[in-house]
């Protein structure tokens, strides 16, 4: 909105007698003005609603504000906003994390002690309905001109294979030359590996035993000293630690490729939490074994959770160490070691196999790990998938699967080039993962190009797309203020209601429990079209409630009493005055997003019985855990219109 008239001028607008007058002055201002009258009064008309929709600014207290980041549905039926330091440095260096939980049904909020900083970590939903956050920020970047001193990733060796060694903060590495280095964190390196060889000489007997040492290695970033030339170096070197003596100054000493003044990325965190919907707090449990900023964490068909890719706790991403958490023990093991560039979207598909679409959230060079494919988890196999128009602008594009998930459909929307590209393309794709060689084939196009754009599942088996920007980070006021229906039985899109709020970088928008639409931030580089004033982030939250709640008004099929969890043969039966009235019924897991990433929601076709006495019916949930991850799932029953019930909460074990 280019001339949006001052409040000054409104009131004179509307006085008769210097209309003529204004307008002469600035015409576009007047014009614009009726339009945007006109605009409102269109929009508020029940017709318009019932057609595409509507868009309301949710009430927000000013202490309940938060740079939302992370935003993920509870069984609770309410909404967990995590900002961390929220992309904010001043927040970082003062420690102030903030989470704020949004009970989105009475609009009441609550703020959540956040025992460390999640920006930028990741999440997914466990079968017993906590919510696994792990990762986060350990450092902020440094650009380029902000790097003073040299510094980057020092490999730490131990080769004592009796005692793990613990090195402080402020440990000081010294190269051959003498220039010190000093270390930004507490790290332990553990004992070193030994094994005997032992043999036998024919007659039977023992040969001496040999032993082989395997050095023990972890990394810690380390900062020269001192500003200047002479801590610049990229040749690979020792580096001794300076204070050991004897025999540990042997075992314990430091290894570094390149020390330089480059620009210095994030730095993950290793912490992991479970956030406890019930009481409303996170729980710490066992911390990932590698450092992660922008991981993905997916659930899988046995309710264990796969971390992937992030930038490590010197800023490089994950060469491929895969980690799985098992909610039983809360702890972490190995899993198959593949690397993917940050935020990758994978999909758990029928037969177990992981989909990695192509989109991703943003580091990582270029050529590498930006392929889709199918990646089958036991043989770490990976299966590379053509057909992707625009193969190049996958980062920060949206990928999610079709409903229901039976299908196996899935599909890609929009992205840009990788970086601060100019590029973004309007294309979407879909690849049919039920065909035998499965490819992707374009659909319908986008508006325009688009990064970051907002997609959601509704209940009636479309998909609500929302917002976005042309440009990396709504550069040069790119936000989009549109929004449209994808309808997978007729691969078209039809126009929604517009939103009035921007949504690019670091927003996120995700069904609620009573069929409305929720978005929440955005993080724009700078505020103004020609790029002057640094962005500000957004802090409101506008809700959209979709077509069919405007069709039904208060006359929308329900579902009564019930069970919380399903019985033994995957069924469940609720009274309900409509069982005439409902003709489907859908599964749909709570999204849990953050980087247009949301590798959580999916939408299950459920069987569908109704009982004699016309006032129950009975829904039949697949067994097939691949389809149907365990965990807590929001019910919906749709009407021959398309017209949601409100959603029962219910647990796939
Ligand atoms: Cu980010």
Known sequence: MAHRPSKKFKKTLLGSGAVVVLAALNAPAAVSFAEEKYHAYKIAQPGYKKQFGSWAEVNVPAEYRINAIHAALLHTGKVLLIAGSGNDQKNFDAGTFETILWDPAKNTFKKIPTPVDFFCSGHTQLPD?????????????????????????????????????????????????????????????????????????KSGQMKPWKTKVTAAETRV???????????????????????????EADNVYGLAQKLTTEKQDFQGIKGAYEFDPRAEKYIPVAPMKDARWYPTLVTLQDGKVLAV???????????????????????????PFRYFPTYPS?????????????????????????????????????????????PDQLETSASLMLPPVQNQKVMVLGGGGVGESAKSTARTSIVDLSKDSPVFTDG?????????????????????????????????????????????????FAEAAEPTVGR?????????????????????????????????????IEVFTPPYLHQA??????????????????????RTADAGRIVKARLMRPSAVTHTTDVEQRSVELGLTKGQDGKTVTVDVPQDRTLVPPGWYMLFVTDANGIPSEAKWIQVG
């Open 129 to 201: 309905g906590r919510l696994l956050v792990a990762g986060g920020t350990a450092r902020y970047e440094v650009l380029e001109d902000g790097v003073e001193k040299a510094g980057g990733g020092m490999r730490v060796k131990n080769e004592s294979p009796d005692k793990a060694v613990t090195l402080k903060k402020g440990t000081v590495f010294r190269s051959p030359s003498g220039v010190e280095y000093v270390s930004k964190f507490d790290v332990t390196v553990p004992k070193a590996k030994r094994e005997f060889e032992i043999s036998y000489f």
């Open 221 to 247: 970033f380390v900062e020269a000293t001192k500003a200047g030339p002479q801590a610049l170096t990229t040749e690979a070197a020792q580096y001794e630690v300076v204070g050991l003596k004897g025999e």
């Open 309 to 335: 890719s992030g930038l490590n706790d010197v800023g490089d991403v994950v060469p491929g160490d895969n980690e799985i958490y098992d909610p039983a023990t809360k702890k972490w093991t190995k899993g």
């Open 346 to 390: 994978l999909f758990l598909t029928k037969g177990g196999k992981l989909l990695y679409t192509g989109s991703n959230a943003g580091y990582g060079p270029a050529e590498k790990g930006r392929e889709p494919g199918l990646w089958d988890l036991k043989k770490n196999s990976f299966t590379k998938l053509g057909g992707l128009t625009d």
């Open 444 to 492: 319908p196009a986008l508006p325009q190009g688009t990064r970051y754009l907002s997609s959601v599942l509704l209940p009636d088996d479309t998909v609500f797309t929302s917002g976005g920007s042309e440009e990396y980070r709504g550069r040069s006021g790119s936000d989009i203020l549109k929004a449209q229906f994808y309808d997978p039985r007729t691969n078209a």
């Open 504 to 540: 690019n970088y670091h927003s996120e928008a995700l069904l609620l429990p009573d069929g409305r639409v929720a978005t929440f931030g955005s993080d724009p580089l700078f505020d103004d079209k020609d790029n002057t004033k640094l962005g500000t982030f957004e802090q409101r």
């Open 553 to 574: 008004g208060t006359d929308r099929p329900a579902l009564g009493e019930g069970p919380r969890e399903l019985d033994q043969n995957g069924r469940a039966t609720f």
